[in-house]
């Protein structure tokens, strides 16, 4: 069983930074692609973010694109995403979540992908 736990969100003002931590235990890491989500209130749970298992390949969602960046360390079994220039719309709980086997027939934005998912960790910009 995989477990992954998010830290690292909070209350900032539009325009700070914040460093999201998923961390990883249960299995070897670095084989599988790891995504971020996030779901604010009453909407649907939308993709941010995504790195394959080696690192070589990242996928942003437009709404981000410029602002974050998404990092993996396979030592530390953890995967980061650095949020800077946050704005109000950004607002919302954040998972991580991971494969339980290589999806290479699935997009990384695509929710389905992921098997494990976080408990998500809030984070809150105001303007």
């Known amino acids: 069983q995989v477990q992954l736990v998010e830290s690292g969100g909070g209350l900032v003002q539009a325009g700070d930074s914040l460093r999201l931590s998923c961390a990883a235990s249960?299995?070897?890491?670095?084989?599988?692609?790891v995504g971020w989500f996030r779901q604010a209130p009453a909407k649907e749970r939308e993709f941010v973010a995504a790195?394959?298992?080696?690192?070589?390949?990242?996928y942003y969602a437009t709404s981000v694109k410029g602002r974050f960046t998404i990092s993996r360390d396979n030592a530390k079994i953890t995967v980061y995403l650095q949020m800077n220039s946050l704005k109000p719309e950004d607002t919302a709980v954040y998972y991580c979540?991971?494969?339980?086997?290589?999806?290479?027939?699935?997009?990384?934005?695509?929710?389905?992908?992921?098997?494990?998912w976080g408990q998500g960790t809030q984070v809150t910009v105001s303007s």
């Open positions: 790195i394959s298992g080696s690192g070589s390949t990242i």
């Open positions: 979540a991971t494969e339980d086997e290589p999806r290479y027939y699935k997009d990384y934005s695509d929710h389905q992908r992921y098997h494990y």
């Open positions: 249960g299995r070897t890491f670095s084989t599988y692609a």
